[in-house]
């Protein structure tokens, strides 16, 4: 049984972190940072709650940290977590430059720890379903992908420090899952290009953005998300040479993990044929349409690989590198915003 200590229960720990820990055989969620409540505990009778990181370090029985704390903090509570000798998970975005992904991969491994990204989205239904379409090159040679999470979110944020620049915006908070979408899907692109806008006019973080990557092959990716949707576009339009798949709506796993404390239901990620995306494929010259049965999400899977890699059994199921080249990404995508050009990549500086 692994121990597991989570720093930080507000959205990202109480709905994402907990749950999912609690529902993964050979985790245990055993202590809690909360610096003035005792709402973790209230949810799951029998945990140790700490108030300060410190603290929860000290606990030599802990051999797994959880960081789900503001954006700006995750790289110094996580060094921390390392230099203590414990394992690391870190939300996204993992830091706020890939020079501090860098110094925290040199940490980790150097130490034989782990430090795991929480890219979770690979693990929604839509993007499983997207990656066997690909695999089985159902559409022929790629030519465009789409991929958006629309809000409809005209005021401030409810959770203040997500409107402060310092924490990077919306660009780093959903762009982190759409770029780390893509690289898993298509590998890192030839160029970038990107406009990053304040669109509500409010002097804070940014709050929309478009990020077009383009590839040697022919294939642009366009990823978006932005604050001022209340049409919202698809949650991802994928087009080949024999033809299209579209799917609306986003995963349902997030609204049903705000409402339990783990994981029961037998048919957990399943999605309704409402919900269904659109297979669309030229077969002898004519078009044919058809619902796709979705793969169903499971967030579970990449806590019961996080496990697997303290134990030593398995690779981590997102390696470190992997976000490390989404704040790459990123960062040329603010460079691109900024001189209204594409940026060249270059990934010859991938740490190792």
Request: net charge negative.
């Amino acid at each position: 049984m692994i121990r597991v200590g989570l720093v930080g229960f507000g959205l990202a720990g109480r709905v994402f972190h907990a749950p999912l820990i609690s529902s993964v055989e050979g985790l245990e969620l055993a202590a809690v940072v909360e610096r003035t409540t005792n709402k973790a505990a209230e949810r799951y009778p029998g945990i140790t709650t700490y108030r300060s990181v410190e603290e929860l370090l000290a606990d030599s029985s802990i051999k797994l940290v959880v960081v789900a704390t503001p954006n700006a903090t995750h790289y110094e509570v996580a060094m921390k977590a390392l230099e203590a000798a414990k394992n690391v998970v870190v939300d996204k975005p993992v830091a706020l430059t890939s020079a501090e992904i860098a110094e925290m991969m040199e940490l980790a491994g150097g130490l034989g720890l782990q430090c795991v990204p929480f890219h979770n989205r690979r693990w929604d239904s839509d993007f499983r379903t997207i990656h066997k379409l690909i695999d089985e090159h159902s559409l022929g040679q790629l030519v465009h992908f789409e991929s958006y999470f629309d809000r409809w979110r005209p005021g401030v944020s409810t959770r203040p420090w997500k409107d402060e620049p310092e924490q990077g915006g919306i660009l780093l908070d959903l762009g982190t899952h759409l770029v780390d979408e893509a690289l898993a899907l298509f590998g890192p692109p030839e160029s970038v290009g990107a406009e990053v806008l304040r669109e509500r006019g409010v002097d804070s973080a940014n709050d929309s953005f478009t990020v077009r990557m383009h590839y040697f092959t022919g294939l642009t990716v366009t990823l978006g998300a932005n604050c001022l949707s209340s049409l919202a576009r698809p949650r991802c339009h994928l087009r080949g040479t024999r033809g299209n798949y579209w799917k609306w709506g986003l995963d349902s796993q997030e609204e049903a993990l705000g409402k339990i404390t783990r994981i029961d239901d037998p048919h957990w990620g399943e999605e309704p044929p409402a919900k269904w995306g659109t297979l669309c494929v030229d077969v002898n010259g004519g078009m044919v349409s058809q619902p796709v049965t979705p793969i169903p999400g499971d967030y579970r899977l990449y806590y019961a690989g996080v496990r697997d890699a303290v134990l030593g059994a398995a690779p981590a199921p997102v390696e470190t590198v992997a976000a490390w080249r989404t704040a790459r990404l990123l960062e040329w995508a603010v460079e691109s915003a900024a001189q209204h050009r594409d940026i060249e990549c270059d990934w010859g500086s991938e740490p190792s």
